[in-house]
């Protein structure tokens, strides 16, 4: 068989048929592309549909916070007479704009106005002296005009509530009621009705009296269709095409190559042995003669690239040494260590590395950093690190197979933090790179001095020095960043101030050095009673204070309680060896949600010395109307 012959062969075996099969995946991608863009525009539609509604429910929100604060409204809900409310409903209705207004007290609807299609509501709860609380709630649309809303071109929208359709944007009702049902509905997938497929995604909201109402977002798939069926035939045609020119171009190329592939693939093979001496012989002036000028020529460039590149690693060696001199500058520890165990695994050329440093409680490594894939590594670089600890701060090696380790100690070898190791396979570590690798690995541990500095400044800045809790300026930004929190998300935010009693009578009956011992255990019983998300803090003088994330005004006096019992238990050492001290503690409590610090500050501290006046040695709560943020 001719090489021709053979070459053709192999051009049907390696373009033909990979194009063939390539042709068929182009297609099914084609397809499967149009129907994932298909679902993502009905997802992105259904997500903007969601987000119009929750923008509608504040919307209601806020029209019944108006509605609450109407006079005339809150003296017709006080009647017997429902004739009232539902008189006034609808004049403020038809004033706001609202699409429907209910009344509800204890479970009984007081009057309720409007479109019994209305979504999307929002309520707001009232408290009156005297009465029970009557809860608002509105709606500012009604199901037909928000799906005309977000349907577009191809979009459709059902909405349902108890199996029944509140509104639909399709061309033509369901045939059955029961097709365009919550449970028929998916939340993401494929649905047909009337006959026509649809990309549908659906979700469920809470709308009058916690009734579930579903907005199900539609999309028409029969243009998705369209653009598939066009795209394939542009794909096949396009593939028919590349392999017309591909075989036409493989016949012209099999004639030329016949006399010359054995000299080129016998220069390629001595080139690829590092042979670099030997040249192509070169006949004629066509193309194969020049492709053999220019093999020659690459032969020459590349044994000039490789003593270049041995020229090379040489600088990058000293480049990577003057970079670990910047490490000192750097106070990220995480990245610090990766950057150095890294630097050290290229400068080695090391396959994988590892920091670990010393553990504060038992002193045993902790891993922190690591390069690489470990795995085939691992008993090398634990038998190095067992080296080291013998070593007294030396650099220590160790082999395992056809794996080489080499293990330094991070920072002083005479106080090291840690260690760094590297492996590599094959090939031993020199002593010039036992040395290298020890100098990176000290610049990189004065660089963790520098962090741990910088940690101790930055914590001494916002820590009482007596206490060992937050000063006060720590406190105000841990609360004003609390209330913001409690504000954006609707969540409770609680503070205990306590005030020691009679602390004044401790300095001057027992002395100061008796008081600091008295507020450091006070301190340390509040800290025991926190939890661990909580930062107590100093307040100042002996008022101490925590504020309390996600805390109603019930739980925020269970914890100030738990303190208070806590110091009342003490036995305090006296300092003149007399017997022991006990000293007790008030607290004031609040709690609030609309995320104003000052107020809720203000209101503990009330609370605080309404204790205080009260006889010390309890806890009082805050106002019912200030600890609830005013609402009602």
């Known amino acids: 068989m001719s090489f021709r012959t053979r070459l053709t062969l192999f051009f049907l075996l390696i373009v033909v048929v990979p194009m063939i099969a390539l042709g068929a995946v182009v297609a099914r991608v084609v397809s499967t592309s149009q129907d994932a863009k298909a679902a993502a525009q009905n997802r992105a539609s259904a997500a903007a549909a969601l987000a119009d509604v929750r923008r509608l429910a504040a919307d209601g929100v806020a029209a019944a916070g108006r509605l609450a604060r109407d006079p005339a409204l809150a003296a017709a809900s006080q009647t017997a007479t429902a004739a009232d409310d539902r008189a006034r409903l609808r004049t403020l209705a038809a004033q706001l704009g609202l699409a429907r207004v209910r009344l509800v007290r204890d479970g009984r609807t007081l009057a309720d106005v409007g479109a019994r299609t209305a979504i999307a509501s929002g309520a707001v709860h009232v408290r009156r002296p005297a009465a029970a609380p009557v809860a608002i709630e509105v709606s500012t649309t009604t199901a037909g005009r928000f799906a005309r809303t977000v349907s577009t071109h191809g979009v459709r929208a059902l909405v349902t509530r108890d199996g029944a359709l509140l509104a639909s944007t399709l061309p033509a009702r369901p045939a059955h009621p029961a097709a365009a049902s ?23 909201t809470r709308d009058f009296g916690g009734r579930p109402t579903t907005v199900a977002i539609l999309t028409d798939r029969s243009a998705a269709a369209s653009a598939v069926t066009r795209d394939q035939r542009i794909a096949i045609v ?5 392999l017309l020119l591909a075989f036409a171009g493989a016949l012209l190329i099999s004639r030329r190559l016949h006399g010359q592939v054995a000299r080129f693939l016998l220069a390629a093979k001595r080139i690829g042995r590092g042979d670099f001496s030997g040249a192509v012989p070169v006949e004629g002036r066509d193309e194969f003669a020049q492709l053999g000028r220019e093999f020659n020529r690459m032969s020459d460039q590349l044994e000039r690239r490789m003593h270049e590149l041995a020229l090379e690693r040489e600088r990058l060696r000293e480049s990577i040494q003057r970079i670990g001199a910047t490490f000192a500058a750097n106070l990220d520890r995480a990245a610090l260590l990766e950057i150095g165990t890294r630097t050290i695994a290229d400068a080695v050329q090391a396959q994988c590395g590892r920091a670990a440093v010393h553990a504060a409680a038992d002193g045993a490594l902790l891993e922190v950093a690591r390069v690489g894939d470990l795995a085939a590594a691992q008993e090398a670089i634990a038998t190095a690190e067992t080296h080291l600890q013998a070593a007294c701060g030396r650099p220590a090696t160790a082999t395992a197979g056809a794996v080489h380790a080499l293990a330094v100690p991070l920072g002083a070898p005479d106080a090291p933090r840690g260690v760094v190791s590297v492996a590599r396979p094959h090939q031993p570590f020199a002593d010039a790179e036992r040395e290298l690798v020890a100098s990176l690995a000290r610049q990189t541990g004065l660089s963790l001095e520098n962090v741990d500095l910088h940690d101790q400044v930055a914590r001494q800045a916002v820590t009482d020095e007596l206490t060992g809790l937050s000063n006060h300026g720590r406190f105000q930004q841990v609360i004003a960043a609390e209330a913001a929190a409690a504000r954006r998300f609707d ?7 306590l005030d020691i009693d009679d602390f004044k009578r401790v300095n001057d009956t027992y002395g ?15 800290r025991a009673c926190s939890r661990e998300v909580d930062e107590p803090a100093r307040y100042g003088g002996e008022e101490l204070a925590v504020a309390l994330q996600q805390t109603d005004l019930d739980g925020a006096e269970a914890i100030a309680e738990r303190v208070r019992m806590t110091v009342e238990a003490l036995a305090l050492p006296r300092l003149d060896g007399a017997g022991t001290l006990r000293v007790t503690v008030s607290c004031g409590v609040a709690a609030s949600a609309d995320g104003d610090p000052v107020a809720l500050v203000a209101a503990a501290d009330a609370a605080l010395y309404g204790a205080k006046r009260s006889g010390k040695n309890r806890t009082v709560r805050a106002e019912p109307a200030v600890a609830a943020g005013g609402a009602g």
């Open 512 to 526: 100061h050095q008796q008081g600091d011992l008295v507020l450091r255990e006070v301190a340390a019983a509040l």
């Open 182 to 204: 919550p449970a028929r509905l998916p939340a993401h997938g494929t649905v047909t009705l009337g006959g026509v497929a649809y990309a549908a995604a659906s979700f469920t």
């Open 238 to 242: 396009l593939l028919a095409l590349f």
């Open 491 to 497: 969540h409770p935010l609680g503070l205990v101030m």
